[in-house]
Each structure stands twice: as C-alpha cells, then as structure tokens.
C-alpha cells in the first residue's frame, strides 16, 4: 500500500519533469532544472558510498572531471561530430570513472579510518586537477579544450542535454532504490552504524565499501560528461572543482544522507537556489556569503537533513497515536532522536 | 567428546602490556563452557583473538582443526564462529528486523547486489525475534531499544548464520534479573539445540548455573579450568580474584 | 649540485613555516576529531590581517602579530563556540561541512574586501637577503624558521608541561575516559580551537610574506595542509613537523632539479603511496578496532 503510493508519487514526479520543458520552453528554465537533474543523480550516486555507508567522500568531482575529459578526447581524437552519438560517447564516461575508482578506491579504503579517507579523497581531487594542468600534451592544460557542438538551434538546444540528464537521473535513482533494497545495501547500511560489529555477523565490509565506491563513480562520470558536452569547454578548475564535491555533500545532506529521496531534494533545493544566487549577487564574493550562511543556518537547525526530520516526527506523532488508541501498552522506543529516523 | 575451538599458546601485546601471555584452552564440542577471570585478565581480548579482529602476536587458534588466526571477522563467522559484544553492538539505525536480516547478506557481493532478502528469510528472522521475545519491535529503529532488549537482539541477530560455536562477551551485563534468567534460559535451550557456547561472566550464579566447564584466566593466561565445583573449590581461583 | 642543496636549505627554513601552519589543523583534529577544511582561509585571514596592518597603518608584520594573534584567537574562539560545538552526531560529516561554509564565507569577505589581486606582505627583512655558502635567501625565511621554532615550542611546553596540556593529551587519548575523570572537554575543545587559530595568524603572517596570495589560495593550501597531517600521522604534532620538512623540501628539490610544474603532483602522489604501505601516517597510531 505505502509502497504502491511511493511508485505513484515517482511516477508523477517522472511525467511532470517530462512535460516541463515543453511547458517552459525557454533556456532559463530547461537550463536551471537540466542541472537540478544532473545533480540529483550525482548527489544519488555520491550517496551509495557516502550516505549509505557514511565513507563522506570528497573527491567525487575527480569522476566528474574525468568524464568530461573523457568526451572531450574521444571526441576529438575519433573526429566525432556534436550530434546524438555524443551522448553515446559520454557513457565512455562512466566507464573511465570506474576504471580510475578501483585503484583509487582500493588504496582509499585501505586507510580505514573515515577521517584519513575523507583526506585522501580530497587529496584525490587535487591531483586531478594539477594532472589536468600539466598534462599540456594530453588535455591542453590550462587554456581546456573544446567539445564539438550540435547544430540544434534556439531553444531547442537544451532539449537532448535536458532529456539526457532526466534519463541518468531517472536511473541513478533506481540504481540507488536497488540498491537500498538488495543485500548489500544492507550490508551497506550496516557498516555505516558499526563496521566492526557488520564484519563480525559475516558483512565483507573491505568487498562491500570497494564495491560501493567503484558503482558510485559510474553514473558521475557519466554527467560530468554530459555537463562538458553541454557547456562546450571544459577547463581543469572547472571540471575538477572542489565546489562539485561541496554541492554534492551538501545536497545528500540537506535532503538527508542515506535517504532515497533526500539527494533529489537536495538537488532541486540547491541547484536553483546556487544559480539564483550567482545570478542575483553579480559580484562575486557575496554568492560565497550567502551559500556559506545559508548551509551554516540549514546544518545547525537541521542536523539530520530535511527527509529524516520528517520521517521522525511523523513516526513520533504515530507511535504517539497508537499508544492512545490501544489498551495493552504498545512499545514506545524511547524518544532518542540521535538513533531515531531510519533510513527510507 | 572432541574439542571444537583450541586456543593454543595466544600471545598478545598492546605496547607494554601483554594482554595474552601464552593462553591455552579447549572447548568441547556441546559443552557450555564459561570463561571468568578479574577485570582486565584478558578474557575479551582473547574473543577478539578468536574471532578475528584482533590478530595474535603468536599461537594457534583453531575451529574443527582449521586453524583460523589469520582469517578475518567475516570469514570467521562464515565458519560458523560468531560472537556478542561486551557493550552491546547493533546497528541503531536499522529496524529491529533488518538487524537480524544483515547477517544474512552473504559476503558475496555479486550476489548480495542482485538479491533480496527472501520471505522464507524474513520469516526466519522473525522466529527468532519471536524466539527472544522482541518480534512486536520488529519495526522499531533498533537504537530506540532498551539495554536488555538490545542484548536478546544481539543474540537473536547472530542465530541466523546458524553458528555452531557461539561467544557471549557478558550477555548478563547490566540487565535485571529476570531478563538475566530469560538470557541464561534461551542459551540453555540452544545447547540443547546442539550450540557450543563459550561465554564470558561476572555474575558467578549465572556461571555456576548454565556451565558444563569453567576456565579461569587471569593476567593472560588461564590458571584453572574444570567443573563448577571444581573450580569453586580452587584456592588459586580465589587468590587470582583478591590479588587482582 | 649547489642549487639542489639551496633548495633543501629553502626547503627545509618554508617546511618550519608550513608545520606552524599545519599544526593547528593537527591540533583541532586530535581534540575535538574535527578535520577543520577552514585551516587554509584561516591562514590567509592571518596573511590579509597582517598586510592590512602593514600597508594601511604601516604596522610591522612581526609586531603585528601582537594584534593579529589575539584576534584569530577569538575567531576560532567564536567558530568552536557557535558552530562545532552544537554538533552531537554525525560529527565527522557536518564538521566538514560546518567548517568549509566557514571557510566560503571567509573566503568571500576577503574577497570582497581586497579584490581579487595578488599581495604580498612587505617588511624590510622580506626584502633583504643573506648570503649563505653563495646562497641567496631572504631575511623573512629566517627569521621565519626561527619563529616557527619557537612557537612550536612554546606548544610543546603548553602539551607536556603544563595542567591544560595534561588535560589536553587526555582528551586526545581518550575522549570519554577523559569526560569519566572530570576533564571539562568542552573547555579543552574550545580553547585548544581557538589556540590553534591563534598561531595560525603566524604561519599566515610568514606565509603571506613568502608567497603571494589572494583569497582562492585557500583551496591551494588547505590541499597541502591536509596532506602534511595524513603523512605525519593525524593528531601527532612531531608527525606535521616532520611531514612538512619532507614536503617543502621535495617540492623544492623537485622544482629545481626537474620541474617546478610537478613538484606538488609529486609531493600529492609520494604521500598517497606512504598511505599504501603505512595507511597510518609515518607517526600515527594505528587506528584500534573499537571492540
Ligand atoms: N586495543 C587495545 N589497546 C590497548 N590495550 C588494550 C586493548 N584491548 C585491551 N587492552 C588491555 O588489555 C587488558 C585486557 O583487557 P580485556 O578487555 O581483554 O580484559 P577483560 O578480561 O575482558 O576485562 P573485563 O572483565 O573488565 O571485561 C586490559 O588491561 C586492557 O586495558
Ligand atoms: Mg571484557
């Protein structure tokens, strides 16, 4: 029943974001929500190593910049014209994102504290991108390079781009739900509360967070490719750019991290929110202000994020609900916010 | 009777401490076996030994005759080895019947990805929710329970690997008497199932009650082993537990 | 051959500069296991607070410190009191996330106030220079080191010599054992914070007299900062010492002997292969299994 409601409520959610673009047309608009999308899949794919099993990484945008290296090299050394079969190219994206993830991971996860790895994935990123401005003779270093353009016209243009980011979006999300449901989400969520005790009821907590850090990469190469592609010109800083990894966090976390659903809030809450920002404030400086004082407000009156705020106090108000209703005594977890909430 | 754990000559330091200093003992396969000794003697590092997360400096442990002192937690459990905590450890955030449910995700992850749980699983965890008692919380986040009840999850969530040994790290630890006596029952009725239990205790009612054999380990290293009565009557049991 | 060794030289006098830098990053870590991504802004707050007093009141950028000091104490003072402390789960994640808006948020004050250009910190000892074995280097180095040296070891004195510094080590071994035996840790935390934040206006002011900055050297910093403390060892004070010697002194020698273009890929990539073989760091513990 719940179940069936939830499959509801995402289909609308589906047929709305399809039928968006034909009801605002123009660029600003397929503009601001073919980020949104592309950050909720990034966000749902960050989530499957970061949320569920709380490894915060802080590299991710190192697949991020890969992938939109990746189009851009495969493009120009095949000589392929902008056109749709880019968007096939940019799958190449996620392929190399993983291909790069499993050195990167086995050496991350190998430091077993989440302190030391959250490092190292930063440490990741860095190298990334002073890789990207060194190698003259691969990506051109700091002057980037070009992604051949489509000839789509007008408005029209953002249509494939905003599609394909809906499509990635729409899958990284049933990755995600998959995944939450199968086993090793489980097993996932297993190790974000206690590592030691998962390996000790038979979790291969080393297998399970390699696993989730290798398929986490996958669906963010595969948008940063879709972002190079959509933005023409890719440079190190922008591809390779700290502030990806901030915006994801910070999206997982302000929709809730570990939920299904809070990184597409997230997303959709901060994705327009930055743009407005940056639109409105001109000067640079005060975006940074404000998005620093903004996430600052949200993390200290909000600790758990907006999704298991929610769950908590509706579970509350229905344990409550319950108690008066029946005569035996029913079980009242006592109310502990920090363990409460679980994941949905 | 054959022995199903050996724990043979287990050494272990933590800087200038050796926490194990050349321990040996058996436990006999269906026996209830109790394993006391003052604070500090070495009693939990010698599970975590066991039980792979602790790797010895030296000694052999060994299940069925494999030995088993390089493996990790997982693959020791996968053996049919499993353990409870001394602080009680569940994950908070997970219902009360998805605790159960994680020990039954498998190590491989090919499989796990592409698996559910199956209902005939989900029943499974449910009998032993039923089992100890706690089924009507199966919805609840686990963290949300109370000390005892979280201690019978603990036990019920390392019953669905169907361990043939088990390892209780104080399982009557700060619980009231009566979930004492509910604790010490299940555990008898799970012997009689065909479980090993080695278990580690304070409460020297509780011991003397349920133990087929008793090992008394002080300063890492075990000083007697027999019978209740045996080691009741020890003198040196004594001197260990006021000298301490 | 001359110049290898006038880099390792070099090297050595910036690698005292940089573990002043580092150490308040070790410091906030090992107490209140913070990883404070603010460290790098807070280093050019202490750089811009120092050129301001320079270049506006003609203040010396050593006597200035007298000022700048005190003020990056009571804004690690104020950052520990209204945006770590009220954090009770999930600690690791929002700490990260709370320090790094503290750091945009500075970063954009800074930005707004200087503007975008490069500036360096004027004195005459950053301009004058000694000869040392047909070695040019300049004043500031020195006296830079010497400074370092002496400021670390006033840390060393304040961890092993005094009551706080008691507490403090405490703390670090121990977080609840320490709660158990009556030390206030929330004290601890926040002082420790804001004495970090404090000598981080040093390592600003050297910093800001060595190189030129402006308020995206941030990202540039705190990048290299991080890595000092996962090489030294998290928490261990000898560990970012040591770590940083060995940075400054590769990327230098790099620079010289092959190319400045790679020397911090090299130092990033040297540090990821130590993890492999000592995921601990070269003077950290290794991390106990909670059992
Ligand atoms: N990871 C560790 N690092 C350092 N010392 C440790 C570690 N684990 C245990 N010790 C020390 O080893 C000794 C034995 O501890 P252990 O916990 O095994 O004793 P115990 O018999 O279980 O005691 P209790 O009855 O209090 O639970 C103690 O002195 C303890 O402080
Ligand atoms: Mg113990």
Redesign the interface.
């Given at each position: 029943m719940k179940r069936n409601r939830m499959g509801l409520i995402a289909l609308i959610a589906v047929v709305a974001a399809v039928v968006y673009p034909f009801v605002f047309s123009s660029t600003e608009a397929t503009t601001i929500v073919f980020y949104a999308l592309l950050y909720v899949a990034i966000a749902s794919s960050w989530n499957i190593i970061g949320g569920f099993t709380g490894y915060i990484s802080l590299g991710h945008a190192a697949f991020f910049g890969l992938g939109a290296y990746t189009i851009a090299l495969v493009a120009d050394h095949l000589g392929i014209p902008g056109g749709y079969g880019l968007f096939l190219v940019a799958l190449l994206g996620g392929v190399v994102a993983a291909l790069f993830a499993v050195p990167m991971g086995f050496i991350a996860l190998r430091l077993r504290t989440i302190h030391s790895f959250v490092i190292v994935t930063i440490a990741y990123l860095f190298m990334f991108q002073l890789l990207a401005f060194n190698l003259l003779g691969v990506t051109n270093g700091s002057s980037g390079l070009a992604i051949p353009q489509p000839n789509w016209s007008g408005a029209f243009f953002n249509m494939p781009f905003y599609f394909a980011a809906l499509v990635l979006a729409v899958l990284t999300v049933l990755l995600a739900y998959w995944i939450r449901n199968s086993r090793f989400g489980l097993g996932l969520l297993a190790i974000r509360d206690d590592e030691d005790k998962a390996a000790g009821v038979g979790v291969d907590t080393w297998k399970h967070k390699f696993a989730a850090y290798i398929i986490s990469a996958v669906p963010i190469g595969i948008a940063g490719a879709i972002y190079a592609y959509f933005s023409s010109y890719i440079y190190p800083q922008t591809v390779f750019d700290p502030m990806i990894d901030l915006t994801i966090v910070l999206s997982a976390f302000l929709g809730g991290m570990g939920t299904l659903l809070g990184p597409i809030l997230g997303a959709f809450i901060l994705q327009p929110a930055q743009q407005l920002l940056t639109f409105y404030t001109g000067a640079a400086g005060w975006d940074l202000v404000l998005f620093g004082v903004l996430f600052l407000v949200v993390i200290l009156l909000m600790p758990s994020g907006i999704v298991p705020t929610i769950v908590e106090r509706t579970r509350r108000a229905r344990v409550r609900e319950a108690v008066q209703k029946a005569d035996e005594t029913v079980p009242t977890p006592d109310a502990n916010p920090a363990a409460g909430g679980g994941p949905r | 009777m054959s022995a199903v754990l050996n724990v043979q000559g287990v050494r272990k330091r933590f800087g200038g401490l050796e926490a194990l200093a050349g321990c040996t003992f058996a436990v006999e396969e269906g026996s209830i076996t109790s394993l006391i000794g003052p604070n500090g003697s070495g009693k939990t590092t010698l599970f975590n030994t066991v039980t792979g997360f602790v790797t010895p400096d030296e000694g052999e442990v060994s299940l069925r005759g494999e030995q088993i002192q390089a493996l990790s937690p997982d693959r020791i459990y996968d053996r049919g080895l499993g353990r409870t905590f001394q602080q009680v450890r569940i994950f908070s955030r997970l219902t009360v019947l998805e605790n159960v449910l994680v020990a039954t995700s498998r190590s491989s992850v090919i499989k796990g990805l592409l698996a559910r749980t199956r209902q005939s699983e989900r029943d499974r965890a449910m009998d032993l929710l039923n089992f100890v008692n706690i089924a009507r919380l199966a919805d609840v986040p686990a963290g949300s329970l109370s000390f005892g009840q979280k201690k019978l999850l603990e036990i019920a969530t390392i019953l669905v690997g169907e361990p043939k040994v088990l390892l209780l790290d104080e399982p009557a630890g700060g619980v009231n008497p009566t979930m004492t006596a509910q604790i010490g029952e299940k555990i008898r009725e799970l012997n009689q199932r065909g479980i090993t239990f080695l278990v580690v205790e304070h409460n020297m009612e509780f011991v003397m009650g349920i133990s087929h054999r008793v090992v008394v380990m002080a300063r890492g290293k075990v000083i007697a082993e027999g019978s209740p009565d045996e080691v009741r009557r020890d003198p040196k049991v004594l001197e260990a537990y006021l000298g301490a | 051959m001359n110049l290898v060794f006038g880099s390792v030289v070099l090297g050595i006098l910036s690698g005292g500069i940089y573990a002043l830098m580092a150490v308040g990053l070790t410091l906030s870590?090992g107490v209140l296991?913070v990883?404070n991504i603010a460290q790098g802004m807070l280093v050019v707050v202490g750089a811009y607070l120092s050129f301001a007093l320079e270049s506006y009141w003609h203040i010396d950028p050593l006597l200035g410190l007298l000022i700048t000091i005190p003020t990056l104490f009571l804004l690690g003072f104020g950052i520990e009191w209204a945006?770590l402390r009220?954090?009770?789960?999930?600690r690791?994640?929002?700490s990260?996330?709370?320090t790094?808006?503290?750091?945009?948020?500075l970063?954009?004050?800074m930005?707004?106030w200087f503007g975008?250009n490069f500036v360096a910190i004027h004195a005459w000892y950053v301009d004058a220079a000694i000869n040392v074995f047909g070695l040019y280097i300049a004043d500031i180095y020195l006296i830079g080191f010497a400074l370092a040296i002496v400021l670390l070891g006033a840390v060393y004195l304040l961890l092993y010599r005094s009551k706080f510094g008691a507490a403090l080590r405490a703390t670090v071994q121990n977080r609840e054992a320490a709660v158990l035996i009556g030390i206030d840790v929330q004290r601890i935390s926040t002082l420790t914070f804001a004495i970090a934040t404090g000598l981080t206006a040093a390592g600003g002011m050297l910093f800001g007299a060595t190189t030129a900055f402006n308020a995206n050297s941030m990202?540039d910093l705190i990048?290299r900062l991080?890595?000092i403390?996962?090489l030294g060892g998290?928490g261990s004070m000898g560990g970012a010492l040591v770590a940083s010697l060995i940075m400054l002194v590769s990327v230098d020698v790099v620079s010289v002997a092959y190319t400045p273009?790679?020397s911090?890929?090299v130092f990033?990539?040297l540090?990821?292969v130590v993890?492999?073989v000592r995921?601990?760091?070269l003077f950290g513990a290794p991390?106990a299994?909670?059992?």
């Open positions: - | - | 870590f296991e990883i945006f009220p954090l009770k789960q999930d690791v994640a929002l990260i996330l709370v790094y808006a503290v750091a945009l948020i970063e954009g004050l930005g707004l975008d990202l990048s991080l890595m403390i996962i998290m273009t790679w911090t890929f990033f990539a540090t990821v993890m492999v995921p601990q760091g991390p299994r909670k059992v």
